[in-house]
């Protein structure tokens, strides 16, 4: 396994269960969006991020609009997991994952009591193929629900909640749930203070529009 795949789990989280979830979580976190890092930021990057995982053969090429789909369909992938979190996701990048999801071929496989979804081409869209397989198999048997974005809106890893009651907010409560507590209590004190709180969500760094079109 390449080190390019396997993230570590801030606060000593397990991963999702299952390989197939497990990589869908390390796809969308990627992006690194408290650093500002997208390791899959450009249409090379993506290419060898992808032949490191063994995903496309080393000669595939990656053009901008397999590029483009791909980061709308991670994106997607994080505004499904805000909501997974409670919040409202961010419906643009969920169009935008639609959109590019419109052009990556999936076939199902039923035999016996049960079905397998997979990608059918080859290359980047074979491995995109797999990871929308993924995501609705986990719908399917309810285990996406427990996918989130952690809430602190600088971070936004892709963590898997394995609490019983399914109470889990923060990527890492050290972390980032102290981070966002400690911030909450500094806008308190400036409101009773008398001055507007600053708005606190960040620009994003990409941008839904230009991408799955
Ligand atoms: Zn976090």
Avoid at 17 to 39: I, K
Avoid at 46 to 73: F, M, N, Q, S, Y
Avoid at 165 to 177: D, F, Q, Y
């Amino acid at each position: 396994m390449s080190d390019l795949q396997d993230w570590p789990e801030p606060g000593g989280r397990a991963p999702a269960p299952g390989e197939e979830l497990h990589r869908l979580q390390d796809f969308v976190n990627t992006n690194d969006v408290e650093s500002a890092a997208d390791a899959l930021g450009t249409p090379e990057k993506l290419r060898r991020w992808l032949v490191a995982i063994g995903a496309i053969p080393r000669e595939a090429t990656v053009d901008r609009e397999v590029h483009a789909r791909a980061i709308a369909i991670r994106e997607g992938l994080r505004a499904l997991g805000e909501a997974n979190n409670g919040e409202e996701p961010d419906r643009r990048w969920v169009e935008a994952m639609n959109r590019a999801a419109a052009g990556v071929p999936l076939v199902a496989s039923i035999g016996g009591p049960g079905w397998h979804l997979a990608g059918v081409e080859r290359g980047v869209d074979g491995y995109l193929g797999g990871i929308l397989a993924t995501l609705l198999s986990s719908m399917a048997d309810g285990s996406w629900s427990r996918v989130k974005a952690c809430r602190n809106d600088t971070c936004r890893w892709l963590f898997y909640d394995a609490s019983r009651n399914r109470s889990g907010t923060w990527c890492t409560m050290a972390i980032c749930g102290s981070r966002m507590k400690a911030r909450a209590y500094r806008a308190r004190r400036r409101e009773t203070a008398g001055r507007r709180a600053p708005d606190i969500r960040p620009a994003p760094t990409v941008e839904p529009l230009a991408y799955g079109q």
